[in-house]
């Protein structure tokens, strides 16, 4: 856990350092969610995850984000992603949703006890779209739905609902 939290500290700090700061141009989302995984010999597995994703908005309907997931499996193994999502955005009152693909990369970890046992990273594309909603300036509810598979056989892959809580800046 002491990894994954110090992975998306890291991960959280060189997308706002790479982004200047104009009002209201950035989003960063934590959310909590529900995940189904396709691996290894075709099992499928579902679990909780959490995931933190940061958005730029470029010009007025187009943002460039990237996200971080860590899924926690039934079978003692985590599947992290971590995604580049550039992807269209339109707001309606209170709302602002937004939609495009994704690409990156899956890490598969199967544990048993200290050492992880297998290993795997594949490249991966998907797709992704949600919505927040503004509750004040800078804070909003999410959901999003997100899907992500590995370009190589056998497939990995994860699908994941999930929602929470953005901060704007």
């Not at 002491?2 to 700061?21: D, Q």
């Not at 797709?127 to 804070?139: E, P, R």
Request: proline share 2%.
């Amino acid at each position: 856990m002491k990894k994954t939290l110090n992975v998306i500290a890291l991960f959280v700090s060189c997308f706002c350092f790479i982004s200047t700061a104009h009002a209201q141009d950035n989003r960063i989302r934590l959310k909590a969610s529900t995940n189904h995984t396709q691996g290894m010999a075709q099992s499928y597995d579902d679990g909780a995850g959490i995931a933190v994703d940061y958005s730029y908005t470029l010009l007025e309907h187009f943002e460039l984000g990237a996200s971080f997931t860590d899924v926690f499996r039934a079978s003692s193994a985590n599947l992290y992603t971590l995604t580049l999502n550039p992807s269209a955005s339109y707001g309606v009152d209170r709302f602002h949703f937004y939609a495009g693909p994704s690409i990156g990369f899956l890490f598969d970890r199967e544990n048993t006890g200290m050492v992880s046992s297998y290993e795997r990273n594949e490249f991966g594309f998907g797709g992704f779209a949600g919505v927040d909603f503004s509750i004040s300036d800078h804070w909003s509810l999410n959901l999003s739905y997100e899907y992500v598979r590995s370009f190589n056989s056998p497939i990995l892959s994860v699908s994941s609902f999930g929602g929470g809580i953005g901060f704007q800046f």
